[in-house]
């Protein structure tokens, strides 16, 4: 069992950052491939940004592309990611997400959220106009 705790979420002005962490309870965390989704109120949780158990690879969707960054530390078992010149529409529940397969993201699937076996619990982000 995979246990995550996010953080780092608040309320921001639009064109502001924050850095959301999420730290994992295990050390065989580094082949995992991991990702951030969001879900915003009304709304299905949408993949974000992905990165794989190496951390040699990134994949981010569209919407975020040139303003988010996906990073890991292996060695402090920790997930980031850094979103810059935040926007209105990003305002959600951010939520951290494990999957076992090491190798997800040569997949098609890897935005959908049942091919992740592990969630953290969530941290809003809340940008204002």
């Known amino acids: 069992q995979v246990q995550l705790v996010e953080s780092g979420g608040g309320l921001v002005q639009a064109g502001g950052s924050l850095r959301l962490s999420c730290a994992a309870s295990r050390g065989t965390f580094s082949t995992y491939a991991m990702a951030w989704f969001r879900q915003a109120p009304g709304k299905e949780r949408e993949f974000v940004a992905g990165?794989?158990?190496?951390?040699?690879?990134?994949y981010y969707a569209d919407s975020v592309k040139g303003r988010f960054t996906i990073s890991r530390d292996n060695a402090k078992i920790t997930l980031y990611l850094q979103m810059n010149n935040l926007k209105p529409e990003d305002t959600a529940v951010y939520y951290c997400a494990v999957c076992r397969k090491p190798f997800l993201f040569y997949t098609p699937n890897y935005h959908a959220t049942n091919e992740y076996d592990y969630w953290g619990q969530g941290t809003q982000v809340t940008v204002s106009s």
């Open positions: 990165i794989s158990g190496g951390g040699v690879g990134t």
